[in-house]
Every structure is written in C-alpha cells, then in structure tokens.
C-alpha cells in the first residue's frame, strides 16, 4: 500500500508517504500535502521519487502526531442520508437527488485528536464516512469520467450536534456540524488508483461496541454520481473533500446514547485505516 500523510504538532506538519510499514520524508518535494502538490499530480511525483532514491526515511515517525492527510481543504462537502437505512432511521425515504450539505473547513483535525464536546451539546453524534479528495478541478463533469478527478480516498467522521442540526435551530444542517474538531480525517490518503470506492466495508464502534457496520455498495449515489452531480453546482477544486455519507447505526437512530465525555470513538473503512479520538468536554 502507499499512502500520503502528515506527521507532526498541529500547525506544523510535514508531508511523509507511507509505502507497507516505511514512511519517507516529503519535504524534498514538497511543502505540504495541498491543493497545489495534488493538483500537480503529487502522487506520481512521490512515486517517482522513491523508485530513483531521492526520498529518506523518517526513522522517527512512529513516535510523531498524526495530522489530517490533507492540509486545510478549501471545501468539506458533505452528503446526507446516502446509506438507504439511514435515511429509513432517519425518518426519510431515500433521496431522489444527493442532500448537501458543507462542513467549515476548520472543523477539521487529525486522526486521534480529541473530539472537543461543546457547551449545550447533549445530542453529540459519530458519523463514519467514506472521505473523497479531489486531485483535478471538476466543473460539468459526466459521471463516466468523474473517477478521473479524484486524488484517493480516506476515512472521515462527521461529527454531528443533532439539536442544532434540526428544527430546534432552525432545521440547518451545517449549524449542527461545524464546531471544532467535527471533522476528523485520516489517518491516510490512499491514491484512487489503489481503491475500488464501490465495496468498502465501513464500520464505527463507541467505547468498544460495535455500531455501524456496512459497505459502500449500499451507497444510494455512488461517489462517481456523486461528484457529477456536485460539479454542477460547485466547481470542485483540488484538496476538497466530500464526504459520502453514512450508514445506519447512528445514535440519531434512538438505538444508542449520544456521545458522552470519555467515550472513546473508533472509526474505518478497510484498506483506509481506521481513526480513534477521545470525546472531551469543551
């Protein structure tokens, strides 16, 4: 497997790329893991790179942060009710056209930060996602070339406040999603050559027990869809993130308690590694 990543203090990270269980330094080729390395097709650069001997390791990597595999995406846009028994416990039928809804791009941190539980925030929800990051600017793209945009893949967790997400705040979805730290990424970006986006297992688990588990393949719109359908309303750009949606299980269901300070959230999709942040209080 090959993987980009980011190692070190918030604010100070430094782009690696993980190749098995080796990472290397990307600080030759670059200074981040942005919108312009990926945009310049950073992947093949990396690659390259390594198979003439021009990276070093970074023997010190086990012991650093890890930090989200993209730096500050200019856009996270977020898909609702994607996963048909979500949508059900949910109260919804399946949509007919992909919900959006945006996350602000501050909400995002790394993989195994703290998940900070804000004042007033009884209903606190877990939401893991299968993430998509765009590597080519995606403007009235048909579905059939849609994969072509994207960089690679990772997993996501939208964080979510289910009061201020519904009517009692005036029923506006990014209102209940966009505090800090409600958008956890990583721990990797997984180039989209080495993904097949259609049948990933997805799964979330709450202090140790088991809470979602399901595949992409129950996906409603499957992420080539989805990125024709957003390109005609947003031009995406390199370094955005979408976020697919979630399967059922989540504790909007009734089925499971909100997220309560010192509850340990776990969550993966296979192939992309998995997340586990601690739930704070604010």
């Given at each position: 497997m090959?993987?980009?990543?980011?190692?070190?203090?918030?604010?100070?990270?430094?782009?690696?790329?993980?190749?098995?269980?080796?990472?290397?330094?990307?600080t030759?080729?670059?200074?981040?893991?942005?919108?312009?390395?990926?945009?310049?097709?950073?992947?093949?650069?990396?690659?390259?790179?390594?198979?003439?001997?021009?990276?070093?390791?970074?023997?010190?990597?086990?012991?650093?942060r890890?930090?989200?595999?993209?730096?500050?995406?200019?856009?996270?846009?977020?898909?609702?009710?994607?996963?048909?028994?979500?949508?059900?416990?949910?109260?919804?039928?399946?949509?007919?056209?992909?919900?959006?809804?945006?996350?602000?791009?501050?909400?995002?941190?790394?993989?195994?930060?703290?998940?900070?539980?804000?004042?007033?925030?009884?209903?606190?929800?877990?939401?893991?996602?299968?993430?998509?990051?765009?590597?080519?600017?995606?403007?009235?793209?048909?579905e059939a070339?849609?994969?072509?945009?994207?960089?690679?893949?990772?997993?996501g967790?939208?964080?979510?406040?289910r009061?201020?997400?519904?009517?009692e705040?005036?029923?506006?979805?990014?209102?209940?999603?966009?505090?800090?730290?409600?958008?956890?990424?990583?721990?990797?970006?997984?180039?989209?050559?080495?993904?097949?986006?259609?049948?990933?297992?997805?799964?979330?688990?709450?202090?140790?027990?088991?809470?979602?588990?399901?595949?992409?393949?129950?996906?409603?719109?499957?992420v080539?869809?989805?990125?024709?359908?957003?390109?005609?309303?947003?031009?995406?750009?390199?370094?955005?993130?979408?976020?697919?949606?979630?399967?059922?299980?989540?504790?909007?269901?009734?089925?499971?308690?909100?997220?309560?300070?010192?509850?340990?959230?776990?969550?993966?999709?296979?192939?992309l590694?998995?997340?586990?942040?601690?739930?704070?209080?604010?």
């Amino acid at each position: 497997m090959t993987a980009l990543l980011r190692l070190g203090d918030p604010g100070a990270e430094r782009p690696a790329l993980l190749v098995d269980d080796r990472y290397y330094d990307l600080t030759p080729l670059t200074g981040d893991v942005d919108a312009a390395f990926l945009a310049a097709d950073g992947v093949a650069t990396a690659r390259r790179a390594l198979a003439e001997g021009r990276l070093t390791e970074l023997p010190d990597a086990a012991s650093l942060r890890v930090g989200a595999p993209v730096a500050r995406p200019g856009a996270v846009l977020c898909i609702g009710q994607n996963y048909a028994a979500h949508a059900a416990e949910s109260g919804s039928a399946p949509p007919e056209h992909p919900i959006l809804f945006f996350k602000h791009p501050n909400t995002v941190v790394g993989p195994f930060d703290d998940i900070v539980r804000p004042d007033g925030a009884d209903a606190l929800d877990y939401e893991v996602e299968l993430g998509v990051v765009i590597g080519t600017a995606a403007w009235h793209v048909a579905e059939a070339d849609a994969l072509a945009h994207v960089a690679g893949y990772l997993v996501g967790n939208d964080v979510s406040e289910r009061t201020w997400q519904r009517s009692e705040s005036g029923g506006q979805w990014s209102k209940g999603k966009t505090a800090p730290t409600f958008c956890p990424l990583g721990p990797w970006l997984v180039p989209a050559d080495e993904v097949d986006p259609t049948s990933l297992h997805i799964w979330s688990r709450i202090s140790g027990e088991p809470r979602q588990g399901s595949s992409t393949a129950d996906m409603v719109f499957s992420v080539a869809a989805l990125i024709a359908d957003l390109s005609r309303y947003v031009r995406l750009e390199p370094g955005d993130v979408i976020l697919t949606g979630t399967p059922e299980g989540v504790a909007m269901s009734g089925r499971f308690p909100y997220l309560a300070a010192d509850d340990v959230v776990e969550v993966g999709v296979d192939g992309l590694g998995a997340q586990r942040s601690a739930v704070v209080a604010g």
